[in-house]
């Protein structure tokens, strides 16, 4: 059974950064995800990207300010986030599919994926 788990979460002064941490346990995964959900707001698609290919894909929110990273043999994704500010407070969560599925859609359909972790809280305030 393959689980996902997230650490890295925290509280930071606005503009300032942190990275957060998904390893992957109990099977291969084809990509991940990262998505983040705000109070009363909708999960949001934060970033996408596969093991296999070099190209990540990104929420416009976040470009240039976050990068999404992997590491292949142990299978685990990294989210550096610098330049934090108000909005990207939010509880993050890292997300997966058994089957191999498609990036962009996932990042605007998370109902498509199955596997969850169980969420990482970043704090930001000014």
């Known amino acids: 059974q393959v689980q996902l788990v997230e650490s890295g979460g925290g509280s930071v002064r606005s503009g300032g950064s942190l990275r957060l941490t998904c390893a992957a346990s109990?099977?291969?995964?084809?990509?991940m995800a990262w998505f983040r959900q705000a109070p009363g707001k909708e999960r949001e698609g934060v970033a996408c990207m596969y093991f296999h290919v070099r190209h990540t894909f990104y929420a416009e929110s976040v470009k240039g300010r976050f990068t999404m990273s992997k590491d292949n043999d142990q299978n685990i994704v990294y989210l550096q986030m610098n330049d934090l500010n108000d909005d990207d407070t939010a509880v993050y969560y890292c997300?997966?599919?058994?089957?191999?599925?498609?990036?962009?859609?996932?990042?605007?359909?998370?109902?498509?994926?199955?596997?969850w972790g169980q969420g990482t809280q970043v704090t930001v305030s000014s």
């Open positions: 109990g099977g291969r995964l084809i990509g």
């Open positions: 997300s997966s599919r058994r089957v191999p599925f498609p990036c962009q859609i996932a990042m605007i359909a998370p109902r498509s994926l199955d596997l």
